[in-house]
């Protein structure tokens, strides 16, 4: 699903920032940082820590990009500390079909095609739909038309008692795998769509019944020691997943550096051959 094309550029920050000071002493807390740790890992004094907080210093652009590279702070928010510190955004952020992004992008669709029989799809920060593979659609039948809708927020989908809800076999566990993991990502980038999406998320009611006798849940129990599967029932049977998330780890686009490829594999055998014969390659 391409955004509309656009003009690449780097786009300064639309929302008042409080001061740069501020924002720092957030980030440093939220890390679980003392002054002291801060201090310690960007290799100046505790003093000037203080007065960069406290106002009393004003940080140069390099010293913000520095700071926020010890504090690992999102590149988008790392615009958001140079604007507030009175510098232009430094990370361009392009439209997924820009032409800049070209290669990169084709890179998802190589992963993704590649990938099947099994499936694999390709989401933003915020975990709405940004491309899938074929493997994707099938497994998604069923779901309420309005969920399927784009923008399409894979989370949403997965715990909607109108989406694959009712069909998740191991769903408490499911459900408590994903609200833990966007609880970890809402602390590392303190979103407020990703703060609002984990509590829309966590007062969805459970599907009635959802959590049916799985007659294969004693052979799989293993699985549990090691990842969290995703238990599926469906026309083909009961299948079985495991996932890997893939990011670009050098990217310095603020898009790119939010795009992730979540892929599904097998966790079983039989899980293995009924996508095959679904999907023949």
């Excluded at 820009?98 to 933003?124: F, I, M, Q, S």
């Excluded at 979103?191 to 019944?209: F, M, R, T």
């Excluded at 997943?241 to 594999?265: K, N, P, Q, R």
């Amino acid at each position: 699903m391409p955004e509309s094309a656009g003009h690449s550029a780097v786009r300064p920050i639309a929302r008042t920032a409080p001061p740069v000071g501020e924002l720092l002493r957030q980030w440093r807390r939220r890390r679980g940082f003392s002054q002291l740790d801060l201090a310690c890992e960007a290799d100046i004094s505790t003093r000037h820590v203080s007065f960069l907080e406290t106002g009393r210093s004003l940080p140069s652009r390099s010293m913000v990009i520095h700071l926020a590279e010890r504090l690992d702070i999102p590149l988008r928010e790392r615009n958001a500390l140079l604007v507030a510190a009175g510098y232009a955004p430094v990370y361009p952020e392009h439209r997924l079909d820009d032409p800049a992004l070209r290669a990169a992008r084709k890179a998802v669709d190589l992963v993704l095609t590649g990938h099947e029989p099994y499936p694999a799809l390709a989401v933003d920060r915020h975990w709405t739909l940004v491309a899938a593979n074929r493997a994707v659609a099938p497994l998604l039948a069923g779901a309420a038309e309005g969920l399927l809708r784009p923008p399409v927020n894979v989370l949403r989908l997965s715990l909607h008692p109108a989406g694959l809800a009712p069909r998740i076999d191991n769903f408490s566990q499911w459900r408590s795998h994903v609200l833990t993991r966007l609880a970890r990502q809402v602390d590392v980038s303190a979103d407020p769509v990703l703060i609002s999406l984990h509590a829309e998320l966590k007062a969805l009611p459970a599907p009635v019944a959802s959590e049916k006798a799985d007659p294969t849940g004693a052979a799989e129990a293993h699985h549990a020691d090691v990842v969290v599967p995703l238990r599926l029932r469906t026309p083909a049977g009961l299948l079985s997943f495991f996932s890997t998330t893939t990011v670009f780890g050098t990217a310095v686009d603020v898009t790119l550096s939010e795009l992730a490829i979540e892929a599904f594999f097998p966790a079983d055998a039989a899980t293995a051959e009924a996508l095959r014969q679904a999907l023949p390659q």
